[in-house]
């Protein structure tokens, strides 16, 4: 890549600006390194406690470490899909 510069009639100089990767991320990413895995639903006790879930079934860590009821709730999808069902009804 070359840097080069022009000049405007009547003004300063404008020099050319090489272009920053695309994605902000991969200016800090480090080969190998990734993201930790992602849980896809957490239980609802860990959901109001506010803490990290696991999401192992059919008890997740926390449950098991504090012997409560691990109960894992429906997908959002239906969730909404009830709401908006009941809504037209």
């Not at 896809?40 to 079934?57: E, F, V, Y």
């Not at 429906?74 to 069902?85: A, E, G, N, P």
Request: net charge positive; proline share 9%; with cysteine.
């Amino acid at each position: 890549m070359s840097l080069s510069s022009t000049s405007a009639p009547g003004g300063p100089p404008k020099v050319a600006i090489p272009k920053l990767p695309s994605k902000r991320n991969e200016l800090f990413r480090k080969p190998g390194n990734s993201r930790p895995n992602r849980v896809t639903r957490a239980c609802l006790t860990c959901r109001a406690r506010k803490i990290k879930c696991n999401g192992a079934k059919p008890s997740c860590a926390n449950c098991a470490e504090t012997s409560t009821a691990c109960v894992y709730s429906s997908s959002r999808k239906d969730r909404l899909k009830t709401f908006v069902y009941s809504r037209t009804v």
